[in-house]
């Protein structure tokens, strides 16, 4: 559809327009404020789409003039398919509402309805819509500060229902309500945020009472192995019993076997007993009486041993006593020797000491002399200061910028005096030789007249500011006067007479006359001295800081004082020295320094080898004490030792009868070995004891064997007994565990689907919405590029055909060249409202486009661009020129559009060459009476 | 004459584990209510004994309820009763015969624990062979062959129908419990009885438990001596290969593997009444049904929503429906709609029959063009979808399992939405 013409009559504040035959392409309507733009826009909705000719909506009353001419007329031509049209309306619930449509054949217009609703449906049903905010006008038809795109969600379904047909499907509202029921059902397994387990899920309820019951399950089977094993033992011990009880038998028999053997050869048995006890006396006998000749041979061995130690120890202890008496004697000459070398560096001290004090006392009198001569030139420093503050305070004379201040107003005095006298008319007056002359006044500016004193001849010359009055007697008045008032003059004198005075009052000030040149030049040679004067003092000041200390006068009185004092104690400490003060000069004292050091040096080390011979004359003595005293132990332990063994030998006996014992008790003990060899048992009659013994162990041993694995078949029976209802325990076990397995298999079946068919309508949303809006995408991100919108590199549509959000390269490169780009999203309503207005137009451009690919369409724009800077402004031009144009050869093509401007700015489309222009203002008559 | 009832593989206190608990209590019970069929069948035909070859018990650990009812149970009927230890109730110190009241000596409930010979009436002598192990490499019949009826003496040189040293001949009935080795491939540990153990025995009779079909083998003669008499009740879903219930028979095949085809009963609970003319006659055996509950495994092969309804009505027409209970399992390609119509499918299972297990896992869904254009509309549904269909033919089980199950949850949502 085309708009190609619009009539309003008595519509709001519009009393009559005409607009005709406009064009193709951009159309440019403006006009100033309440010129009634806005209101011809309404208009337009009005007739075309939104009212019949006799609706009482608001809207309408509030369009009639209160007092206009008639009721409202609107007739919108408009153009579809090739054919115009034209639907006329009276807005009126009278009589006098209508509502006609027409065509334009080759011979003019035809009325093609003349029921005022039939037409209305009629003309509604050509323009494509019900309503003017529906449809391609929701998307192209703009009130002012319409900036936003539609919401997803409030798209209308007619114009859905286009741009699917020329877009493809996008997310159809099934399909929105299904992801919303389809979320809701995830919920029950699923976190809402990230997708994770939900606490409450069944799966996760589930899992938990599969293990509990898995453990109960585990337990059971636990339970049943164990029994199984006490089975198993108690038949292994059942198999068991059988052998175990034959063997017994068997021992019991061999045990009285044995009993019998060991009955029959008791005799023999006694026998050999008393034969081997014998043997066995005798021997022990024998050992007793060679162990005591031993016994006494080692004690004698040992005594003789002592005897000898004792003796070398007593040569060495004699020895090891004539050394330590002579260390002794070689300490005390030590000692004498350390005595000596220390007093001798006692007197050196002293030496040091008298030296010091003369040092230090020469150094005295040094400072003494140097303070006293700081403190003469610090008093004649302060008097020098003292008279030089004086004499600079003696000196009247204007400071620098004083002298400066006056310099200058008498320069202004002299500009503003020169200033007066070039702008002065001069009244040159010249008195008749004639003594008869007659007689004149004078009045010069605002003076009165008054006789002028003038000798016949002479000339009177007066610098004439505003006029003069010249009354010449028996002639008549002559009056000069400026054709208007000079103010200037009169500021630039009065200026004058200020600087006049203020100069007056500073000369006085410092004593010089106001007429008097030269008072100039002694104000400078003032100035100069006083500048001396003060330089002079400065310099004095400087030299009193430098002769004064911190403290200033006291403290160099104070230092004086201290050092006197400092030598009369040095004096008084050592009075020789006050009496015989010698020679004190820096040689002597030098070279009595370097001779003591010398013989300092020489005591030291004599007393350093004095204190070191006698530390070794000392530990040479304390190594002997101390083995004399180790001599002397082990002298006396020898003793003792000598002693103890002595008592034992003489307890032992004498050798000779111990040896004579030892040969009789082997005599004995021959004999009564041969007794036992005669008594001696055969194998049997020795071990029948033995194996008696063993047979007993065994027979018990097996008893117990047998008793035991009885007692543990009784354990394992009862064990048995305890297990009781196992069966069906781990049955039921097994079953509920059957149970939660299957429902946990049923639930976790449902939350997979449920998660994969999430997932899937993820995923699937992603490709159907990049398949069908991505040829949109691609042609506002061409438009943005060119208008200087660099800052984002995609668009993001969410589940519409309006973008939602805009999309910058993060810059992330870490994933390589090959990994798909990184974005973070803006959404369009954070930028900036300019933003936001320009790329929701090029949206709309862009999908009005192809939607007016079979058909164009008209866009209307009321007041555009409002927040656009000039620059992106101009660039949108082109793009509104493009647009109206339209480009067939793109995929999908894009129409052409008839683009309506409403603006009260028509300067700002002035670049765009191929619009037509129409003033508003010049063509709109304004209704007379104020509109509602 | 004497006759008597012959009963194996009673199992009470089955191990049931693959039931719900309360579905796995009911089937228990019906075994309880099985005895009884066989008590009261035993009566009605006036039956000597009723002799009860091994396994009594499903485990030598059974719950003392169940112990203790089985014993009131046998101790109330109006006829004596010989039970025979089996491998699952193997004669084990402590098992359930040690503990009350089976412990105790009765007339009327007698445990036969010893391989000794026992006088049940004038001229019928009972030769037990109780199993004591779980498995075992043992004949249990082998001490029969060198058995006089009177002291175990042996007997060599007597003929069955003639007793030995001229004592008068007796009926000998032998009870036992283990494979009968009529075959190579049998497990060399479960209980082998040797094929000949009737003529060895000199035996009229060879009653067995361990098998759980019934089978009569001829002896030499051709006289059907030898018996397994089945369960009493089923215990696996018929048309199936396996149990399916969690029972373990504690023997596998020689391959290993699986439930031998011995443990597999026939579908139909039963005893066996027997009667002997005179020692050496050829025994009589007739069945008796006392099975309590049906098992059915059915498969069907569905394509169209009219198949459902038909099977839903199929269904709801058969009759004992609350003693069944029935595996149905779905195969073929079906449309979203008669998808949705499983669920009153599942609800005729659920309610009207004992058990109803549906496995629609063999069933591919298909939708029809129309269907996908109604329920997924032309937008992100759709492709979804497509992508869904896609995964369900994929190799990974698990993966199409996922994707089936969330087909399905996609049209039942899409479906909720609307258009």
């Not at chain 2, 066989?38 to 485990?59: H, K, M, N, T, Y």
Request: net charge negative; charged share 30%; aromatic share 4%.
């Amino acid at each position: 559809m085309i708009l190609r013409g619009v009539e309003i009559d008595h519509w709001r504040c519009i009393g009559s327009l005409r607009l005709s035959d406009l064009p193709d392409g951009v159309v440019v309507l403006h006009g100033p404020n309440r010129t009634g733009k806005s209101s011809l826009v309404k208009a337009v909705r009005a007739c075309l789409f939104d009212y019949d000719h006799n609706s009482k909506d608001k809207e309408i009353v509030r369009s009639v003039p209160r007092r206009g001419g008639g009721s409202p007329r609107v007739a919108v031509e408009f153009e579809t398919k090739g054919v115009r049209y034209r639907i006329t309306k009276v807005f009126s619930a009278r009589v006098d509402g209508s509502a006609v449509l027409e065509r334009r054949d080759a011979g003019g217009w035809t009325v093609l309805v003349k029921d005022p609703k039939e037409a209305s449906r009629e003309a509604r049903k050509l323009a494509g819509a019900e309503s003017s905010d529906v449809g391609l006008q929701q998307l192209l038809w703009l009130a002012q500060g319409d900036v936003k795109l539609p919401e997803a969600r409030k798209t209308d379904a007619l114009l859905e229902q286009r741009l699917m047909e020329v877009l493809g499907v996008l997310v159809t509202n099934r399909d929105a309500r299904f992801k919303e029921k389809l979320d809701k059902n995830c919920e029950k397994w699923y976190t809402a945020q990230r997708g994770a387990a939900a606490k409450h899920s069944p799966v996760t309820q589930l899992t938990k009472l599969r293990d509990e019951r898995k453990a109960a399950f585990d337990a059971g089977e636990r339970e049943y192995r164990e029994v199984e094993a006490v089975v198993a033992a108690q038949q292994q011990a059942e198999d068991q019993i059988p052998d175990l009880e034959r063997h017994t038998r068997d021992a019991e028999a061999e045990v009285e076997a044995l009993r019998a053997e060991r009955t029959r050869t008791t005799a023999r048995r006694q026998q050999f007993a008393e034969a081997e006890r014998g043997a066995g006396a005798a021997t022990q006998a024998r050992d007793a009486a060679a162990k005591r000749l031993e016994q006494w041979r080692g004690r004698r061995s040992r005594w003789q041993e002592a005897e000898r130690k004792s003796a070398e120890l007593e040569i060495r202890r004699e020895q090891r006593a004539e050394e330590l008496s002579r260390r002794r004697q070689q300490l005390v000459a030590a000692t004498e020797a350390l005595d000596a070398a220390r007093q001798a560096v006692d007197a050196l001290q002293d030496e040091r000491t008298e030296l010091e004090t003369r040092r230090r006392l020469a150094a005295l009198a040094v400072e003494e002399a140097a303070a006293d001569e700081a403190l003469r030139k610090a008093v004649e420093a302060q008097a020098a200061a003292t008279a030089s503050e004086q004499r600079a305070a003696g000196l009247h004379a204007p400071d620098e910028k004083a002298l400066a201040d006056l310099h200058a107003k008498r320069g202004d005095r002299e500009r503003l005096r020169a200033q007066l006298d070039a702008a002065a008319l001069v009244l040159r007056l010249t008195r008749d030789a004639d003594p008869h002359a007659p007689p004149f006044d004078l009045g010069v500016d605002d003076d009165p007249p008054a006789p002028a004193d003038l000798a016949p001849g002479a000339t009177l010359e007066q610098a004439i500011r505003r006029g003069f009055h010249l009354i010449i007697h028996g002639v008549g008045v002559i009056e000069l006067c400026r054709g208007r008032d000079d103010r200037d003059l009169d500021r630039v004198a009065r200026d004058l007479d200020r600087l006049d005075k203020e100069l007056a009052l500073a000369l006085r000030s410092f004593g010089e006359e106001p007429d008097d040149p030269a008072a100039w030049n002694r104000l400078t040679e003032r100035r100069f001295a006083l500048l001396e004067a003060q330089r002079r003092l400065e310099a004095d000041r400087k030299t009193l800081k430098a002769a004064l200390p911190a403290g200033g006068l006291p403290a160099l009185e104070a230092k004086r004082r201290t050092l006197g004092q400092e030598r009369d104690a040095l004096l008084a400490e050592h009075p020789a020295l006050a009496a015989t003060p010698g020679d004190t000069s820096a040689a002597d004292l030098a070279a009595r320094d370097a001779d003591w050091k010398r013989r300092g040096a020489q005591a030291a080390a004599a007393r350093k080898l004095a204190e070191t011979t006698e530390a070794e004359a000392r530990a040479a003595v304390e190594s002997a004490a101390d083995i004399m005293q180790k001599l002397d132990v082990e002298h006396a332990a020898v003793r003792a030792q000598q002693q103890s063994f002595r008592e034992e030998l003489d307890g032992l006996g004498d050798e000779t009868t111990l040896a004579g014992d030892a040969v009789r008790a082997e005599e004995r003990a021959l004999a009564a070995a041969a007794a036992l060899e005669a008594a001696r048992l055969t194998e049997a009659e020795r071990t029948v004891e033995q194996r008696a013994a063993d047979a007993d162990g065994a027979l018990e041993r097996r008893r117990q064997r047998l008793s035991e694995v009885r007692g543990e078949l009784a354990r394992l029976r009862g064990r048995l007994e305890g297990s009781e209802g196992l069966h069906t325990r781990r049955a039921d076990a097994e079953a509920a565990l059957a149970e939660v397995e299957d429902q946990l298999a049923r639930e976790t079946l449902e939350a997979e689907a449920h998660r994969r068919l999430r997932e899937l309508f993820e995923q699937c949303r992603e490709k159907q919405v990049s398949q069908v809006v991505d040829p949109i995408h691609d042609r506002v991100m061409q438009w943005a590029t060119r208008l200087g919108l660099g800052d984002y590199q995609r668009l993001h549509f969410a589940d519409g055909f309006f973008p939602t959000a805009l999309l910058a390269a993060t810059g992330a490169t870490e994933a390589g060249a090959d990994a798909p780009p990184q974005y973070h999203e803006v959404a369009l309503s954070d930028e900036s409202f300019g933003t936001e207005e320009q790329l929701g137009l090029l949206v709309r451009l862009a999908l009005g486009g192809v939607l007016a690919a079979s058909e164009p369409a008209v866009a209307l724009f009321d007041d555009p661009l409002a927040h656009s800077d000039v620059q992106k402004h101009r660039r949108l031009l082109d793009v509104l020129a493009q647009a109206a144009a339209g480009t067939p050869t793109a995929r999908p093509p894009a129409g052409p559009l008839q683009i309506l401007i409403l603006t009260c700015h028509p300067e700002r489309f002035d670049h765009l060459a191929s619009a037509k222009s129409y003033d508003l203002g010049a063509l709109i008559q304004r209704e007379s009476a104020a509109v509602v | 004459m004497p006759t008597f009832v012959h009963a194996a593989d009673l199992h009470l206190g089955l191990r049931v584990t693959r039931f719900a608990p309360d579905m796995a209590q009911k089937v228990r019970e019906a075994r309880f209510q099985a005895l009884e069929r066989v008590i009261e069948r035993a009566v009605e035909r006036r039956a000597d004994f009723l002799l009860i070859a091994g396994d009594l018990f499903d485990d030598h650990a059974v719950d003392a309820a169940v112990a203790r009812r089985a014993y009131a149970l046998l101790h109330d009927a109006r006829l004596p009763t010989y039970v025979l230890p089996g491998n699952h109730d193997p004669l084990l110190s402590g098992s359930v015969w040690d503990r009350p009241p089976w412990d105790r000596a009765s007339p009327k409930v007698t445990v036969l624990r010893s391989a000794a010979p026992v006088d049940v009436a004038d001229g019928v002598v009972l030769l037990p062979c109780p199993v004591k192990r779980k498995t075992s490499l043992d004949d249990p019949t082998l001490w029969l062959a060198g058995c006089d009826q009177t002291n175990g003496a042996d007997a060599a040189g007597a003929t069955r129908g003639q007793g030995a040293e001229g004592r008068p001949a007796a009926v000998r009935i032998a009870v036992a419990h283990g494979s009968l080795k009529i075959r190579d491939d049998l497990p060399l540990d479960d209980h082998l009885i040797d094929r000949q153990a009737v003529e060895r025995g000199r035996l009229d009779y060879l009653a067995l438990g361990h098998w759980h079909s019934r089978s009569l083998h001829p002896d030499r003669d051709g006289v059907p001596r030898t018996a397994y008499s089945g369960v009493h009740e089923p215990m696996r879903y018929q048309g199936s290969g396996d149990v399916r219930t969690g029972w373990s028979p504690y023997t596998v095949g020689a391959h290993g593997g699986g439930v031998r085809a011995e443990f597999l009963d026939s579908g139909s609970g039963q005893a066996l009444f027997v009667s002997i003319a005179a020692p050496g006659a050829a025994p009589v055996v007739e069945p008796l049904d006392v099975g309590v509950l049906n098992w059915i495994q059915e498969a069907v092969d569905l394509s169209t929503p009219e198949d459902v309804q038909r099977l839903v009505a199929e269904l709801k027409a058969r009759p004992e429906k609350f003693n069944t209970l029935l595996r149905l399992r779905l195969t073929g390609t079906v449309d979203a709609e008669a998808m949705m119509q499983l669920d009153e499918l599942r609800n005729v299972l659920s309610g009207r029959y004992l058990l109803g297990e549906l496995d629609a896992t063999g069933l591919r869904l298909a939708p029809t063009a129309d269907e996908v254009r109604e329920v997924t509309g032309q937008g992100i549904l759709r492709r979804v979808l497509e992508e869904l269909r896609k995964e369900s033919l994929d190799d990974d089980l698990k993966k199409r399992s996922v994707a089936e199950r969330a087909v399905l949850v996609l049209y039942q949502l899409a479906r909720e939405v609307g258009s």
